[in-house]
Nanobody
Framework: QVQLVESGGGLVQTGGSLRLSCAAS????????MAWYRQAPGNQREFVAQ???????NYADSVKGRFTISRDNAKNAVYLQMNSLKPEDTAVYYC??????????????????WGQGTQVTVSS
């Protein structure tokens, strides 16, 4: 199977910065697009940023100019540099990845994997 493990969350003051990391491990065959989502209490999970395998990136309007997504294909990892943080950025941040893995001799392609999430809290 495939595991995504996030790290780097924490408590920061308004205007501060955090860098989230997410690394994939397990018996995957490939990792393609990777992305970050977030979910604040009482809200639905929302898109934050996406990065394609070739490095192309997309951002939610709410984070453009403040957040930067990047990846290291050799490490099967994705990062989210968050600057100028605001209280409304407070949420659990999840990474996901589209990829493929082998299990019991069966190939599972175009699978969506999710991490467990990391808490980001921005104090005012």
């Amino acid at each position: 199977q495939v595991q995504l493990v996030e790290s780097g969350g924490g408590l920061v003051q308004t205007g501060g910065s955090l860098r989230l990391s997410c690394a994939a491990s397990g018996s995957f065959s490939s990792i393609n697009d990777m992305a970050w989502y977030r979910q604040a209490p009482g809200n639905q999970r929302e898109f934050v940023a996406q990065i394609l395998r070739d490095g192309g990136a997309n951002y939610a309007d709410s984070v453009k100019g403040r957040f930067t997504i990047s990846r290291d294909n050799a490490k099967n990892a994705v990062y989210l540099q968050m600057n100028s943080l605001k209280p409304e950025d407070t949420a659990v941040y999840y990474c996901n990845a589209i990829g493929a893995h082998l299990s019991g001799g069966v190939y599972y392609g175009n699978q969506l994997y999710w991490g467990q999430g990391t808490q980001v809290t921005v104090s005012s």
